[in-house]
């Protein structure tokens, strides 16, 4: 099952889609695809919402069985506002 992203701009020549939240210790393990006309890109991050922070801890394209999970999740970081993974975390923490 997905659920629509709303994106804060028309910019975006894609559409985001919520795949799964998991949410433990606060932490939200979000997986959600961006579909283009040429691809389609599948990321997994990791949203501290109360801290409005994140990290990429994953990434695929065109098929989620290929996910790559990062070994290294590097640091938290605030979202560039406007960004589509700004819409995404505010959808996620929106919604949790």
Same mark, same amino acid.
């Given at each position: ?33 961006? $579909? ?20 990429? $801890? ?21 979202? $560039? ?16």
């Amino acid at each position: 099952s997905s659920t629509l992203i709303p994106m804060s701009t028309a910019a975006y020549q894609g559409n985001y889609f919520l795949l799964s939240n998991t949410i433990e210790n606060g932490i939200s393990t979000v997986i959600y695809k961006s $579909v283009f006309p040429e691809e389609t890109i599948f990321s997994k991050m990791e949203v501290n919402c109360s801290k409005k922070q994140y990290r990429k $801890v994953g990434e695929g394209i065109n098929d989620l069985i290929d996910m790559t999970s990062y070994e290294d999740k590097g640091e938290w970081i605030k979202p $560039v506002q406007g960004a589509s993974h700004d819409d995404v975390i505010k959808f996620v923490c929106q919604n949790s």
